[in-house]
């Protein structure tokens, strides 16, 4: 038997274990091997997902930063023909994830991979924002040198409007509030920016204003999960 590669969808808020479906635990009843971006929380996640799970009878890997040490665990472990659950910190493992090295080894080694449905805090947003659907792209993290974010904010801003395509990106959470301040400080009255905080949650939020909108409110999403979404 060919082995397999299951990717693990994990909470993005720990209360909400009702966004997983239920066959996750039988994916991970199937493997022998994880690899986990954070394996304390994924340890608590599995373990609220399926209460009689023996963390210790698995093998665990952490997703680290020496990738060539990763993949050459990862190749070692599908030689001896065991199935490997890869499970993200939050979200969809290989989507803004350094999870997508070792599906990338996986696909190399011509194995079975089996992405499972589970939320997507860019799709998730991007479904809630009322932007275009049909023409997106994620860009990750903006610069954090100031003069490099503006250029690059305005750069966004014109190929939107160029594409009529949304754009999406993320920040370290404690820098939310200073990238919404030049954002709204750099870009067009007209051009639509969506915040979509703590999504899954129950304080979720996703609201789509233009930035002249977005000038007369008073916003905090300090230290909050956020993606945010542009649309010139």
Partial sequence: MSPIVYLVPCVLDEEATNTIPLYIVDAVKDCQVIFAENERTARRFLKSMWKEMVIDSYEWFTIHKAEEEQRNAFRQKLKEGKNIAIISEAGCPGIAD?????????????????????????????????????????????????????????????????????????????????LIETILKTCKPTTKICIAAELTGANEYIKTKTVAEWQKEKTDFHKKPVIFLLLA
């Fill in 98 to 178: 350094p999870g997508q090295i070792l599906i990338e080894v996986a696909q190399q080694m011509n194995v079975t991979v089996k992405p499972l449905v589970g939320p997507s805090s860019i799709l998730l947003a991007l479904m809630g924002s009322g932007m275009n659907g049909q023409q997106f792209e994620f860009v990750g993290y903006l610069p954090i040198d100031n003069f490099e974010r503006i250029k690059a904010i305005k750069e966004l801003e014109a190929a939107s409007q160029k594409k009529r395509g949304s754009i999406i990106f993320i920040e370290t959470p404690y820098r939310n509030n200073q």
